[in-house]
């Protein structure tokens, strides 16, 4: 397994933009897919976008698509999700995973063998 650390979450208006980070113990570049997942209070995790291996495949939720980018930093080991025009509605801890090998499903977070220990993103209306 890699190791994931989060950073970039906190407190901001909705409107606003936050750049979250995911530094890994691992080359990024040798993980199949890397995503980014949120768990709102009292809900379960869901999919918020995944890249795969070589950065040219990129997917998103619906509900995040044309605000959140995700890009892949293979020379920093860095995973990125910048996320842009906050709602309130997008406030959750925000966990990175990665896959190293192919296979499994990008949307699926029972399908990622590595997670960080999750970031707080805080939106307030």
């Known amino acids: 397994q890699v190791q994931l650390v989060e950073s970039g979450g906190g407190l901001v208006q909705a409107g606003g933009s936050l750049r979250l980070s995911c530094a890994a113990s691992?080359?990024?570049?040798?993980?199949?897919?890397m995503g980014w997942f949120r768990q709102p209070p009292g809900k379960e995790r869901e999919f918020v976008a995944a890249?795969?291996?070589?950065?040219?495949?990129?997917f998103y939720a619906d509900s995040v698509k044309g605000r959140f980018t995700i890009s892949n930093d293979n020379a920093e080991n860095t995973l990125y999700l910048q996320m842009n025009s906050l709602k309130p509605e997008d406030t959750a801890v925000y966990y990175c995973?990665?896959?190293?090998?192919?296979?499994?499903?990008?949307?699926?977070?029972?399908?990622?063998?590595?997670w960080g220990q999750g970031t707080q993103v805080t939106v307030s209306s």
């Open positions: 691992a080359r990024t570049g040798s993980m199949y897919r």
């Open positions: 890249i795969r291996r070589g950065g040219d495949s990129t």
């Open positions: 995973a990665a896959r190293r090998y192919p296979g499994g499903s990008k949307y699926s977070s029972g399908d990622y063998d590595s």
